[in-house]
């Protein structure tokens, strides 16, 4: 069965600290790797992986993935208050047809 | 303004009662995608439509019906709703469906009693 796993489900930190958030896979056909951060209300884009060892990045966060070892993580640093969030890893699949299989997200708060 | 707009916000219903959740989107993207939300499932993906009069199922279709007339619009409707859809309805729209990420609606809280 296809499943996308985040760790840790949540997680608290301090203003400053580093946090690194992690997504496993285990998915026929991969074509992409997606995260997106989801405030009060919607999900909002934040990058989209294909190949491996190629890191993206904006501003304090960035990410990479791992295509041998089917996992990715997205790194934020020097966190503020406003990276609170519930942070989704998705993957989509190369199938005929749409198929993008979601991770449970995991909950990031940082204490001011 | 621009972008992707789902009403109501919030709608409590009855057990039985039919239930539409509208969607609508500026960007004339081809794909448009309506997602629930429950804790501990993550996001799943009840249908989709990659352009208008063309819809297809997703990962949980069973109780949902939707339709696309216009490329703009992509109502959902529950037509008899049951207390497990009890959820957080998300509407979506991508440029290709594949190789560009998806631009979610604010949801629609639903409560059936």
Avoid at chain 1, 31 to 60: D, N, V
Avoid at chain 1, 66 to 75: A, P
Wanted: aromatic share 12%.
């Amino acid at each position: 069965e296809d499943k996308v796993v985040q760790s840790p489900l949540s997680l608290v930190v301090h203003e400053g600290d580093t946090v690194t958030l992690n997504c496993s896979y285990e998915v026929t056909n991969f074509r992409s790797l997606l995260w997106y951060k989801q405030e009060k209300k919607a999900p909002t884009f934040l990058f989209m992986l294909t190949s491996s060892g190629i890191e993206k990045k904006s501003g304090r966060l960035s990410s990479i993935l791992d295509k041998k070892e089917l996992f990715s993580i997205l790194n934020i640093t020097a966190t503020q208050t406003g990276d609170s969030a519930i942070y989704l890893c998705a993957v989509d699949q190369n199938t005929g047809g749409f198929k993008t299989i979601f991770g449970a997200g995991t909950r990031l708060f940082v204490k001011a | 303004d621009a972008g992707i707009t789902q009403s109501p916000r919030y709608k409590i219903t009855e057990t039985g009662r039919q239930v539409t959740l509208m969607c609508h989107q500026t960007w004339s993207h081809s794909y448009m995608f309506w997602y629930r939300q429950d804790l501990g499932h993550g996001l799943r993906l009840i249908y989709y439509s990659a352009a208008a009069d063309i819809t297809d199922k997703g990962e949980v279709p069973d109780g949902y019906v939707v339709s696309r007339s216009k490329t703009e619009n992509f109502p959902l409707t529950l037509e008899s709703a049951t207390r497990s859809q009890t959820s957080v309805y998300f509407c979506a729209s991508s440029y290709d469906g594949r190789n560009s990420p998806l631009h979610f609606g604010n949801g629609t809280r639903l409560t059936v009693t």
